[in-house]
């Protein structure tokens, strides 16, 4: 049976698309059913100049992981993938999540997106959530997506120097059979007007560069990880995926910057799906 449903344990809010409103959409878009568990659920994310609602409550939080369980849906589904969580307890709940069907499931990938913060706006989750998510969560994943920012903060390094990650990756227990997407990264070998997507397997570096778009917004890093999981997720070769990713991030952002927007509407997921058509058919 072809394995086609795709558990996600992420933000919700009720305007906008970062979360489970960005990754659910761009997979079952792509042909894919998700199983969606919120660990929060806001008015809007939370770089806008208000915000209302909060975290789910730990023991209807727990319900919902329980009964995703019962629904003995576990045979179809492919990946679980984890994103923003908002509580310390959230972060726990959700390791023993994973490695209850981790032990009856070992085939099933799991991809940690360990949304922390970023360069601009520093952390913004807990720092109990942080830590959680390094010492619970981290080292049960299949892949992880952190960018600059989070990589540097699990590493314990400020260094901007890709060599110098990739040598703490290295004699990192964390990552022994780990792979590894750093994702956005301005590292100071970084050629002017591109951004590196590093990949990191078997302690071998590869650095995929793609455009540099002059805007921050929220939101990109579930539209690259729901594309990257979506390519592999159809055989496509990891270092394919991830310059397929970053070049629909690229033209996606692109698309904003020359229309003024600084959030991400449904058109600008419908349109990342055409993107690559798009442009095969312009050459």
Excluded: W
Aim: charged content about 20%; overall charge negative.
């Amino acid at each position: 049976m072809n394995k086609k449903k795709i558990i996600i344990i992420h933000s919700k809010v009720s305007y906008g698309f970062v979360g489970l409103n960005t990754t659910a959409l761009v997979l079952q878009l792509n042909g894919f059913e998700v199983i969606t568990i919120p660990t929060v659920l806001y008015s809007n994310h939370l770089g806008l100049a208000t915000v209302g609602g909060g975290a789910v409550p730990d023991d209807l939080f727990q319900d919902l992981l329980e009964g995703v369980l019962k629904l003995d849906l576990l045979n179809d589904v492919a990946t679980i993938v984890t994103g923003y969580i908002g509580t310390e307890n959230q972060v726990k709940m959700t390791a023993d999540f994973i490695q209850r069907i981790k032990k009856t499931h070992p085939s099933i990938t799991y991809l940690c997106d360990p949304v922390m913060g970023d360069i601009d706006a520093g952390l913004y989750v807990n720092p109990n959530v942080s830590t959680s998510i390094e010492k619970l969560l981290l080292p049960l994943a299949d892949i992880s997506t952190p960018n600059q920012f989070e990589i540097q903060k699990i590493l314990n390094t400020t260094t901007n120097s890709a060599d110098e990650i990739l040598d703490l990756i290295r004699f990192n227990a964390l990552f022994s059979t780990q792979k590894i997407i750093i994702t956005g990264a301005k590292f100071k070998t970084t050629l002017h007007g591109t951004l590196d997507n590093c990949i990191i397997e078997n302690g071998e570096m590869t650095i995929i560069r793609n455009k540099e778009i002059p805007v921050q917004m929220a939101g990109t890093g579930e539209l690259f990880a729901a594309h990257l999981l979506s390519f592999l997720l159809k055989r496509i070769h990891l270092n394919e995926a991830v310059l397929l990713s970053g070049d629909i991030l690229s033209n996606v952002l692109l698309r904003m910057f020359n229309n003024g927007r600084m959030d991400f509407n449904s058109e600008d997921i419908i349109a990342s799906l055409n993107i690559l058509n798009l442009n095969s058919c312009s050459k």
